[in-house]
């Protein structure tokens, strides 16, 4: 996971730090201090298109899934 802070590309998010911690339950969590997008994420962006019953257009498909594999090579 501390490789994780180390990643560097124009289209993942930085996470800046992490640190484990403890729920209310007292049960382990693994949290991340990340890089804020006012707009939120992908899947923000997704649940909200589905809420309005709406469709993303196929080059704006296109382009997400660009940005995602130009993000994993």
């Known amino acids: 996971m501390l490789a994780l802070k180390h990643v560097r590309h124009k289209n993942i998010v930085h996470i ?3 640190f484990i911690g403890k729920t209310t339950d007292n049960d382990v969590s693994l949290n991340y201090v990340m890089q804020y997008y006012k707009n ?3 899947e923000k962006y997704w649940k909200a298109k ?3 019953k709406s469709k993303f257009s196929e080059a704006k498909i296109v382009d997400y899934l660009l940005q995602i594999s ?3 090579t």
């Open 16 to 18: 800046h730090d992490m």
């Open 40 to 42: 939120g994420d992908l």
């Open 50 to 52: 589905n809420r309005k």
């Open 70 to 72: 130009s993000a994993l």
